[in-house]
T-cell receptor
């Protein structure tokens, strides 16, 4: 079974600084997708960024980028120029033909 | 289509009662997922449908839980004889395996269940 591990329960970053959230996963599949989702307090979960496993190029969405290391099964999220609105729970997720599996999340605090 | 919608948003029930939640996915999405999320945890997979077929159920899902998607559109999740441990946020998500759209799941706002 696929598993997703986020080893950082909480992280903190100063406004305008850069922070990296870690994620590792375990799978025997070769074709899959990886995602980072953001869940603000009492708010809906929304997609931040996605990565197709067959693509070597790391995905980028504005201030959000990933470092995808397929051999190491690592998928970290880098947030540049952090903003107060980035404060939220961040979940790493893996999608296979079976479905979507989530990590336990990293709570990101942004200090003004 | 404004996204995935769930009803009700909040439900308080007495232990032992049955509850039913509804999810309306994004209309062109053929996959629909149910997750359970407790405070400070990630979403825990319960079950998913591709069209009207229920393709997978979590081993964590007891016999008191049942889900349906009779016409391949909306879905219902029923919990019978609720227990206090069932208190959680129940999330619905939908995605597409077809050519249109991306592979990501879009989530509803969830139904928060409190069993007293």
């Amino acid at each position: 079974a696929q598993t997703v591990t986020q080893s950082q329960p909480e992280m903190s970053v100063q406004e305008a600084e850069t922070v990296t959230l870690s994620c590792t996963y375990d799978t025997s599949e070769s074709d899959y997708y990886l995602f980072w989702y953001k869940q603000p307090p009492s708010r809906q979960m929304i997609l931040v960024i996605r990565q197709e496993a067959y693509k070597q190029q790391n995905a980028t969405e504005n201030r959000f980028s990933v470092n995808f290391q397929k051999a190491a099964k690592s998928f970290s999220l880098k947030i540049s120029d952090s903003q107060l609105g980035d404060a939220a729970m961040y979940f790493c997720a893996y999608r296979s033909a079976f479905g979507v599996v989530f990590g336990t999340g990293t709570l990101l605090a942004v200090q003004p | 289509d404004t996204g995935v919608s769930q009803d009700p948003r909040h439900k308080i029930t007495k232990r032992g009662q049955n509850v039913t939640f509804r999810c309306d996915p994004i209309s062109e999405h053929n996959r629909l997922y149910w997750y359970r999320q407790t405070l400070g945890q990630g979403p825990e997979f319960l079950t998913y449908f591709q069209n009207e077929a229920q393709l997978e159920k979590s081993r964590l899902l007891s016999d008191r839980f049942s889900a349906e998607r009779p016409k391949g559109s909306f879905s219902t999740l029923e919990i019978q004889r609720t227990e206090q441990g069932d208190s959680a946020m129940y999330l619905c998500a939908s995605s597409s395996t077809l050519g249109t759209g991306g592979p990501e799941a879009f989530f509803g706002q969830g139904t928060r269940l409190t069993v007293v």
